[in-house]
């Protein structure tokens, strides 16, 4: 079966961005000039995605509004020959892409956010996407996802190797032998274990492509860390049943859901960035003469 449809849970409070996130969206703050959901749809929409569900919730409304037209903007822009912005305003519109919207009232976890999905999804496939993750490859991550259900027709989740010291903050896999190169079978999914405790640092990674029988075990999974209902677990609890696989993504991941990362990425994509790019590499690079210089001045710390 063709994997067409994609979750993009958007319903938590953005508490990390405060005060920004207070009548803001954390996921419309911007990478330089674009939300970073909307690289979310677009990644989507460059794997062949054609239905997209979001899960909002309070606060919410301006994902809405900006997939939605704003027929005087376009107006506005065409009176006065802003081609190029009216096409950046269009992109947000013609998206090649169906957007449903769903608002879950008493968020419980990334599991109870996905299981909000069931008539959505139906019998059918589908990719989860997290907002806080943005990932740069040759091949878009869902994409390399679906193509490996292509050959396998089970569940795979993306998985990266990060700092043992960081497993803490993940979803972690206890991987047992390679099916292909770089796509692991699993023996076990462990959510935000103790650094001591975990059994690898291949840590769970935003995108996850997940099978219709997900939502049985999500209906009866119990909570987990933190007391919410863990995705990670009903994953684990699946795998008993039927074969769940770890594909390892290779390429850059930008981890937009905490500040210093966030900060990082508006550096990395202004660095490319046409109107941007010009003016900001001399600036980082003066910037980090004198930060040197600072530093040389500085009393030394031990
Ligand atoms: C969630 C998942 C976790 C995964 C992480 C990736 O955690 O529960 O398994 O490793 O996303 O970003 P969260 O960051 O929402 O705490």
Redesign the pocket.
Known sequence: MKVRKAIIPAAGLGTRFLPATKALAKEMLPIVDKPTIQFIVEEAKASGIEDILIITGKNKRSIEDHFDSVPELEQNLAAKNKTQLLKVVQDTTDLGVNLYYSRQSHPNG?GDAVAQARSFIADEPFIVM?G??LMSDKVPLTKQLIEDYENTHASTIAVMQVPKSEVSK??VIDPEGEQAPGLYNVKRFV?KPKVEDAPSNL????RYLLTPEIFDLLDTQKPGAGNEI???DAIDRMNETQRVFAHEFKGDRFDV?NKFGYVKTNIQYGLTHPEVKDELKPYIIELAKELQAEDKKAPKKD
């Not at 840590?203 to 935003?206: N, Q, V």
């Open positions: 990334l997290l806080d993750d993940y979803g959510e840590a769970i990674i935003g863990q995705l990670t859901g």
